[in-house]
């Protein structure tokens, strides 16, 4: 159970970070940390837990490297898909 509720929490932190993180502007770093409480570099370094890096330094960041992370959470996921309908009553 655990490994299907840590699956579901990054795709749902990689989720809200694409969509806040871009298009991007200096700040969006920390408005991703107020958000998810936590700090910018408390959301930095999950994203660098994910392989996106340089985001800190003020680097842009290619959004299709957190597609393609949100691609392997979402095909790790998969297994468990009628489960999670059943779940969620869809």
Not at 15 to 44: C, E, S
Not at 49 to 70: E, F, H, K, L, R
């Given at each position: ?7 579901i929490?990054a ?19 920390t408005k ?8 910018g570099a408390?959301?930095?370094s999950?994203l660098?837990?994910?392989?996106i890096t ?6 842009m ?6 597609d393609s992370q ?17 779940l969620?009553?869809?």
């Amino acid at each position: 159970m655990k490994k299907l509720t840590g699956h579901i929490d990054a795709l749902m932190f990689l989720d809200f970070a694409r969509r806040i993180l871009f298009p991007w502007h200096r700040g969006k770093l920390t408005k991703l940390g107020v958000k998810l409480g936590m700090t910018g570099a408390g959301a930095a370094s999950r994203l660098k837990d994910y392989g996106i890096t340089g985001i800190a330094d003020g680097n842009m960041i290619d959004p299709a490297v957190i597609d393609s992370q949100i691609a392997s959470e979402r095909a790790k996921l998969q297994p468990h898909a009628e489960y999670l309908r059943t779940l969620l009553g869809l």
